[in-house]
């Protein structure tokens, strides 16, 4: 900071003179300051010699500047915002004891809230969140406007997630539009500069990560909660739930049981005239889509494949569909359980405490199985993998052929092994 910088910062010379009645200040001309309340600002009633004031050049004398400071005495206006006492002197000068947050709530909602929504993105983010802590009248239908008008996702999520625990203030229609959110048209939210720049310095599409829907279902899940049953009936059909991926509805026939040696002769023909379309359907019925990751959607029970083709060659990608458990990431592992008294309980641990074990089973499903860590015999990596073994048993060859061509090209339809 020059000094220049500094005079731009602070255009009155502040004056502030200690040892006045409790917490208050005295300004001349100029902002009292209210010391923050403590032992330090206890009232002293104790008669004093009355303050002689000084002039504005004495004054400036008993100012500390840091080296590089210069301070100028510069004419201001009295900016005064909650005058309690104002005195002349046998001068004629003005004596005024300014009182901040006398006449205010304690809080300082009254100062604040003439502010939202201002034109700055960045300062209407700060002010929500702080006025929608101290339940600022009319803050639910400024930050709805805000989040209609808000065009990067990154924006409206942070008024959506702060608004989902308000439970008053709310109009119905602002509840619709509030719900109607989360099934709003997301091709039309805007990428911020910085999100997609970060994107393309490491050369990938942009995507929201893996845990993104389950953060909206949890946020969506906390602004239900604060409805009143009346409500719930009124929004029930933008309040129902999607299942956070769909699940695949065809039926499938067994087609055979493939084993490796059945494909890996034709696996060169995974290259070239494939149908991007089977092989996208073949990627659902299937329900590789409800555990992994792939481009924008899918589920997160394992790991994203979307760059699988960049970690695997044709022939280890087939082996990981056909033959799951042959090569099992240490990080998805589930463990085998053997209790005392002989039973055995396989499924991947989500929680452990002294007491206690717990294990998902069934990925899936959110059966939990509690295990008292008592009972507990063993405990060993399971050999099976989480993925079934089986899936595509329900395809034809060339359907599988498909599905490879459509994960080694990341679901991309222009992939040269779609050409025609
Ligand atoms: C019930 C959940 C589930 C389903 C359904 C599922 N997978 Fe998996 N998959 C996993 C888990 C968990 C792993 C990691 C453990 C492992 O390596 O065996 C995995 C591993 C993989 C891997 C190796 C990824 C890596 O980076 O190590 C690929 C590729 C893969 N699956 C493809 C598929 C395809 C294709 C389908 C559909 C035919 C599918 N998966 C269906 C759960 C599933």
């Known amino acids: 900071m020059n000094d220049s910088h500094q005079r731009r910062q602070s255009p009155r010379l502040w004056i502030l003179l200690s040892g006045l009645i409790g917490a208050a200040s005295l300004s001349v001309f100029g902002q009292a300051r209210v010391p923050a309340p403590g032992p330090a600002s206890r009232a002293d009633f104790a008669p004093k010699p009355p303050v002689t004031a000084k002039t504005a050049e004495e004054q400036a004398k008993t100012f500390v500047l840091p080296p590089g400071y210069r301070m100028e005495l510069v004419l201001s206006d009295p900016d005064i915002d909650t005058p309690a006492v104002v005195e002349f002197d046998g001068n004629g000068r003005m004596f005024v004891v300014e009182l901040r947050g006398y006449e205010q709530t304690l809080d300082g909602i009254d100062a604040i809230a003439p502010l939202y929504p201002s034109s700055n993105p960045q300062l209407n ?10 339940g600022a009248p009319g803050v639910v239908q400024k930050t709805v406007d805000l989040l209609s008008r808000a065009e990067t996702q990154e924006e409206q999520i942070h008024y959506v997630f ?17 719900f109607a959110w989360f099934k709003r048209d997301r091709a039309k939210d805007k990428r911020s500069p910085e999100l997609t720049k970060w994107f393309a310095d490491v050369g990938r599409d942009q995507t929201d990560g893996s845990s993104f829907p389950k953060f909206m279902a ?5 602004a239900v909660a604060t409805l009143s049953d009346a409500e719930k009936t009124q929004l029930a059909s933008l309040i129902a739930t999607d299942a956070v991926v ?3 509805t065809a039926e499938r026939k067994f087609v055979k049981e493939w084993t490796m040696a059945d494909i890996v002769p034709s696996l060169a023909e995974a290259a070239s005239g494939r149908n991007f ?3 996208r359907e073949a990627f659902t019925t299937t329900q590789c889509i409800l555990c992994h990751k ?5 589920g997160s029970v394992g790991p994203d494949i979307t760059g699988a083709a960049s970690r695997f060659n044709r022939r280890d990608l087939l082996e990981t569909i056909i033959e799951p458990s042959k090569v099992i990431s240490d990080q998805y592992q589930n463990i085998t359980v053997t209790k005392k008294n002989g039973d055995e309980v396989t499924g991947r641990l989500v929680e452990e405490n002294e007491q206690r074990l717990v294990l998902l089973a069934n990925p899936l499903t959110t059966d939990r199985t509690e295990l008292k860590k008592s009972d507990v015999a063993k405990r060993t990596p399971s050999k099976l993998s989480p993925m079934p073994e089986g899936l595509v048993n329900t395809l034809t060859k060339e359907e599988i052929l498909d599905l490879l061509a459509y994960i080694e090209a990341g679901g991309k339809r222009e992939h040269a092994a779609f050409a025609r």
């Open 125 to 134: 983010r700060e002010l929500a969140q702080v006025l929608i802590y101290l």
């Open 162 to 178: 702060h608004l989902r625990t308000v439970k008053s203030g709310w109009t119905p229609e602002d509840r619709e539009k509030y």
């Open 218 to 222: 949890n946020i969506k899940k906390d």
């Open 246 to 248: 769909q699940r695949p």
């Open 277 to 279: 379309r089977r092989g």
């Open 294 to 298: 792939f481009g924008t959607e899918g």
